[in-house]
């Protein structure tokens, strides 16, 4: 299948526009995904409509702690990603096509995956495990669909899709959690493969065009948890995002390149939950951590408890988007 948003260059040779990549790709070759090649010119999808994963998942799962809470999120992905994350904890299918050099999936159409959203009884679709900016075409296609079937669209990515894939998915993506991965460029560069400015542009972009964000920093022992850098990223939630964006801070697992890293240690987590609250964030989350019991959401207004969670059950008591004190407006949808 033929992607969208690339451009045709000279001697057959083209230029990917769905990610901030911008992968200049010569005739039988992929770009850094492996999932797009040239084809005498022209740029096809190699996981258009190869389904990998398919799963009905809690939507704190994601995480989603300001979308529905409680219901349930027909998750899928495809094989791939425009990252090389070293601490990647999908590379099993993340990584497939550069790592195993193979393209796995089972063929499913975005109708059928509505389908079986609904069958379900799914308040949504999450495109998730991987980035869907991989799959953009079947992700759009999907959520096009789910929309007039009154189903919520949800992007779990690294936010380095490019500005045109943005403007075309927000009137039919109603959440995104983006991985902020750290808080300075060099990191961006040496673990991921990728850069730390354009996802900064493109949480930006997604906030004024009303999409519902929650960001997500995996802290990894040594490399980007330093009080001063974490200091850095909450700032930049509360004045380029907005105070009321949900910062969910996870602990890191030793996995794929980084085994040898140690876990995050609790008093880490709890710095960062510290330092995320005192720059004045509404709402920050301590994830893969249960035993710290911050994963809980309170009205910033009047302090009451309004979402409680243990594990993946919660008992939410929201009356119509506010707080039952007070009558605050909580950020999401409910």
Known sequence: ???IFYEKLSNKSVKCNICDQFCKIEINKEGICKVRVNRNGILET?????????????IEKKPIYHVKPGSSSYSIATVGCNFKCSFCQNADIAQMPCDR???????????????QA???????????????????????????????????????????????????????????????????????????KARLEPVKEN????????????????????????????????????????QETPWHISRFHPCYQMNDYPATPTETLETAYKIGKGAGLYHVYAGNAPHL?????????????????????TDSNIKEGKCPNCTTPVYGIY
Do not use: W
């Open 1 to 3: 299948m033929e992607t």
């Open 118 to 192: 609904l069958r379900a009884e799914c308040d949504s679709i999450a495109y998730t495990y991987t980035e869907p900016t991989i799959y953009f075409e079947l992700a759009l296609e999907t959520a096009k669909i789910a929309h007039q079937k009154n189903l919520l669209n949800i992007f779990v990515t690294n936010g380095f899709m490019s500005g045109i894939v943005i403007e075309e998915i927000a009137p039919y993506l109603d959440a995104a959690n983006v991985d902020l991965k750290a808080f300075n460029d060099k990191f961006y560069q040496k673990y991921c």
């Open 203 to 242: 949480l930006k972009l997604m906030k004024s065009l009303g999409i519902i964000v929650e960001v997500t920093t995996l802290l990894i022992p040594g490399l980007n948890d330093s009080p001063k850098e974490l200091e850095q990223l909450a700032c930049f939630i509360k004045e380029d995002l907005g």
């Open 293 to 313: 019991g911050l994963e809980d959401t309170y009205c910033h207004s009047c302090g009451t408890l309004l979402v409680k969670r243990a594990g993946y059950n």
């Open 101 to 115: 050099g193979v393209i796995n999936g089972a063929d499913i159409f975005p109708k059928d995956i509505v389908s």
């Open 46 to 58: 190699l996981v258009y409509p190869k389904s990998i994963a398919r799963s009905i998942d809690p």
